[in-house]
């Protein structure tokens, strides 16, 4: 696996493209206090994004095993800082928000297989420490 990135300008903004999809680019940017200016996501954003995302794809590959009509699903994930440099996270929770016709007790288990044995990004922010929570909310 490898991913490019590309600096766009003279503050500190990105552009990253990774080798599974070469012509997708994502824009990262810092924060003001390091010259950012508004330009893309902070790479900690980009953390989050992918925990969600990860646990998210396999979640909806368990569930449409079990035949599971998901109409639609939106993630929230938030999280929680160390007030030190490097100011990693703490805690995050992930809150999955289902619509469709589901039995709350498979999406449950779903989302505990796919949060806590197939996520590849959950088991590496765990294993450094952090506290890692989820819900479900089905409409």
Same mark, same amino acid.
């Given at each position: 696996?490898?991913?490019?990135?590309?600096?766009?300008?003279?503050?500190?903004?990105?552009?990253?493209?990774?080798?599974?999809?070469?012509?997708?680019? !994502?824009? !990262?940017?810092?924060?003001?206090e390091i010259?950012?200016?508004?330009?893309?996501?902070?790479?900690?954003?980009?953390?989050?994004?992918?925990?969600?995302?990860?646990?998210?794809?396999?979640?909806?590959?368990?569930?449409?095993?079990?035949?599971?009509?998901?109409?639609?699903?939106?993630?929230?994930?938030?999280?929680?800082?160390?007030?030190?440099?490097?100011?990693?996270?703490?805690?995050?929770?992930?809150?999955?928000?289902?619509?469709?016709?589901?039995?709350?007790q498979k999406?449950?288990?779903?989302?505990?297989?796919?949060?806590?044995?197939?996520?590849?990004?959950?088991?590496?922010?765990?294993?450094?420490?952090?506290?890692?929570?989820?819900?479900?909310?089905?409409?």
């Amino acid at each position: 696996m490898k991913v490019e990135l590309q600096r766009k300008n003279q503050a500190v903004h990105f552009e990253g493209k990774g080798s599974s999809a070469a012509n997708i680019k !994502i824009n !990262i940017d810092g924060s003001p206090e390091i010259g950012g200016e508004g330009l893309g996501v902070r790479p900690m954003e980009l953390v989050l994004m992918a925990l969600g995302s990860c646990s998210s794809l396999d979640l909806l590959a368990i569930l449409k095993k079990q035949r599971q009509q998901v109409d639609d699903v939106k993630m929230e994930v938030s999280a929680t800082r160390a007030d030190a440099i490097p100011a990693v996270f703490k805690t995050i929770h992930i809150t999955f928000k289902f619509k469709g016709d589901l039995d709350r007790q498979k999406v449950e288990k779903a989302a505990e297989l796919a949060v806590k044995k197939y996520c590849s990004v959950h088991d590496m922010l765990a294993a450094g420490g952090v506290e890692i929570t989820y819900s479900v909310e089905i409409e």
